[in-house]
C-alpha cells in the first residue's frame, strides 16, 4: 500500500502569509495528487485535482505543484476563511485511494 | 448542479444492519464513479471503496474489504453503504463523492461531496 505523509501536522500563520503544505508518498503516483480543504462539521472540498489543476470555483491564491512522491499545496496570501484543515488524497491503479492525515492551519 | 443528497442521521445498536444512501442529480450517474469515505470523531479521512453505478464496478479500500458493501441502484440514481452487523468502533461521519472528468477518463479526485451521514453505534 502507499503511504501518504504530510507536513507540517499543525501550522500557525497570519491573514497575508504565504503558507505551504507538503506531502509526500511512499513510492511514485505520478500526478494523480489532490488537495481538499475541510472546516468543522463540513464536507470536504476539493481545492487542487492532478497535482496542479485548479478546481472551478476555487481562488487562484491555491496552487499545486508536484509529482512522482513530492507535492505541496501553497496559499500565497492567507486569508481569514483559509483557516481548516488539509488534506491530500492520491490514487494509483493498484491500491486504490488513499487520503495523507492532514494539515490544520491555525490563527497564529 | 450536480448534488449528492445522503440520507439523514442513524443511531443503531452492536450487531444490527444498516444501509444508508447518497443520491445524485444534475448529472449522468451512470457515467461516474461514487466513492465512500469514512471520518471517525476528530479524526481524518479514510476511503472505504468506489463503484461505477454504469456496469456495477466496486472496488474496496483494503481496510475496509469484507467490512461494508456498496452497491448502487442506476433506476434511481442512488448509492448505498451497508453493513450486516454494526461494531461500536463504525461510529463515523460517512461521506459520498463523485470523481471528475479529465481528459481521457477520471480524474482520479473527487469532485462533488454529500452532506455526510452520521453513524451512531451505542448499546
Not at chain 1, 494523480?32 to 472546516?39: E, P
Not at chain 2, 448542479?1 to 448529472?27: D, M, N, R, T
Not at chain 2, 455526510?116 to 451505542?122: D, I, K, N, P
Amino acid at each position: 500500500d502507499i503511504q501518504m505523509t504530510q507536513s507540517p501536522s499543525t501550522l500557525s500563520a497570519s491573514v497575508g502569509d504565504r503558507v505551504t503544505i507538503t506531502c509526500r508518498a511512499s513510492q511514485s503516483i505520478s500526478s494523480w495528487l489532490a488537495w481538499y480543504q475541510q472546516k468543522p462539521g463540513k464536507a470536504p472540498k476539493l481545492l487542487i485535482y492532478k497535482a496542479s489543476s485548479l478546481e472551478s470555483g476555487v481562488p487562484s491564491r491555491f496552487s499545486g505543484s508536484g509529482s512522482g512522491t513530492e507535492f505541496t499545496l501553497t496559499i500565497s496570501s492567507l486569508q481569514p476563511d483559509d483557516f481548516a484543515t488539509y488534506y491530500c488524497q492520491q490514487y494509483n491503479s493498484y491500491s486504490g485511494f488513499t487520503f495523507g492525515p492532514g494539515t490544520k492551519v491555525d490563527i497564529k | 448542479e450536480v448534488q449528492l443528497v445522503q440520507s439523514g442521521a442513524e443511531v443503531k445498536k452492536p450487531g444490527e444492519s444498516l444501509k444508508i444512501s447518497c443520491k445524485g442529480s444534475g448529472y449522468s450517474f451512470t457515467s461516474y464513479w461514487i466513492g465512500w469515505v469514512r471520518q471517525m470523531p476528530g479524526k481524518g479521512l479514510e476511503w472505504m471503496g468506489i463503484i461505477y453505478p454504469g456496469d456495477s464496478d466496486t472496488r474496496y479500500s483494503p481496510s475496509f474489504q469484507g467490512q461494508v458493501t456498496i452497491s448502487a441502484d442506476k433506476s434511481i440514481s442512488t448509492a448505498y453503504l451497508q453493513w450486516s452487523s454494526l461494531k461500536a468502533s463504525d461510529t463515523a461521519m460517512y461521506y459520498c463523492a463523485r470523481d471528475g472528468y479529465c481528459s481521457g477518463g477520471s480524474c482520479y479526485s473527487f469532485h462533488y461531496w454529500g452532506q455526510g451521514t452520521l453513524v451512531t453505534v451505542s448499546s
